[in-house]
């Protein structure tokens, strides 16, 4: 694939707790409740899922908002078992912070009006589909999330991105990766060699 000058990659991570991150991208040392700035600081961007959305409540995201930079944005995953409350609940926790909503595997929508934008990985093809893989392809909103288990071949991890850049509009594309760091790590080097990043 060519470069393209008009597209923008950039990356986030599906949680930022994840065991196996420490001591592969968080210090040994560094305390649990540093983790998100320390995440925040080399990423612009994070997929919540629902669970911790819950655990944390209203005050939790509160925490949040503050432990990062202006820039940040969180996105939350929403399930068919949240009410039409979440919205003013998360939008009044997190302000300017919140970006966006990822619908849980299954569904095509939102069961309620968000307020913000939404992104589905059974939307139709366009603005509103999230991007869910290789196996998955059509046009999306620029919002991905690729699950992967274990070391990926290089050139599928590759194959994978150019995918999800042909499938997103021009201008720029944000993908959630839901694997070890080093897998993230080698998600963004092919997106710098590709010119993306």
């Known amino acids: 694939m060519a470069e393209r000058a008009d597209f923008t990659l950039e990356f986030g991570v599906c949680d930022w707790e994840h065991p196996a991150w420490v001591g592969q991208f968080y210090p040994d040392d560094l305390p649990a409740s ?12 994070v997929l919540v899922p629902r669970e911790r959305r819950l655990a944390a409540g209203e005050a ?78 059509g046009a999306c909103g620029g919002l991905g999330l690729l699950r992967l288990e274990g070391p990926p071949d290089p050139r599928g991890l590759r194959g994978q991105l150019e995918c999800f850049i042909r499938d997103s509009p021009s201008g720029s594309g944000l993908l959630f990766m839901d694997a070890e760091p080093g897998t993230v790590d080698q998600a963004m080097t092919i997106a710098a060699l590709l010119g993306v990043a």
């Not at 309620?112 to 196996?135: C, E, K, N, Q, Y």
């Open 34 to 45: 540093w983790r998100l700035p320390y995440y925040a600081n080399e990423f612009r961007a």
């Open 60 to 137: 939790g995201m509160g925490v949040w908002r503050d432990d990062v930079s202006p820039g940040f944005r969180f996105y939350l995953e929403l399930s068919r078992e949240d009410d039409a409350t979440v919205p003013e609940r998360a939008l009044a926790a997190l302000g300017d912070h919140l970006a966006g909503y990822v619908m849980a595997h299954g569904m095509a929508r939102p069961p309620f009006d968000t307020g913000r934008p939404w992104f589905a990985p059974l939307a139709v093809p366009g603005p509103a589909r999230l991007w869910t893989g290789i196996s998955a392809p």
